[in-house]
């Protein structure tokens, strides 16, 4: 069965930090980008990091740029998504996914040119005091 699962996500005070996990079954990640995306109540759906699986190179939003770093175990066939600094503004659904195409930073935003393919479950990150 392929699946990407997601694990590590919970509630954190502004300031802490979480590590985010998106582990694939059923497939090998060697040609994909994997994705890390967010989704607030409300608001759009939002690329926040990618790495391309074949090379480590690595793309983050503005918007986590130095406080998010996104990296792969290839003997795990996982993704991480480490997060420092929380705000409160991180508090969302976090997904990762598998994009058949490389990803590549546009103006600040994570970008890609084939459709997603594969989701995970998401797992929910809450930032508050």
């Known amino acids: 069965q392929l699946q990407l699962v997601e694990s590590g996500g919970g509630w954190v005070q502004p300031g802490g930090s979480l590590r985010l996990s998106c582990a694939a079954s059923?497939?090998?990640?060697?040609?994909?980008?994997i994705g890390w995306f967010r989704q607030a109540p409300g608001e759009k759906r939002e690329g926040v990091s990618c790495?391309?699986?074949?090379?480590?190179?690595?793309v983050d939003a503005d918007s986590v740029k130095g406080r998010f770093t996104i990296s792969r175990d290839n003997a795990k066939n996982t993704v991480y998504l480490q997060m420092n600094s929380l705000k409160p503004e991180d508090t969302a659904v976090y997904h990762c996914?598998?994009?058949?195409?490389?990803?590549?930073?546009?103006?600040?935003?994570?970008?890609?040119?084939?459709?997603?393919?594969?989701w995970g479950q998401g797992t929910q990150v809450t930032v508050s005091s």
């Open positions: 996914a598998s994009i058949p195409s490389r990803c590549y930073d546009c103006e600040g935003y994570v970008c890609y040119d084939a459709p997603e393919d594969l």
């Open positions: 059923g497939f090998t990640l060697d040609y994909y980008a």
């Open positions: 790495i391309n699986y074949s090379d480590g190179t690595t």
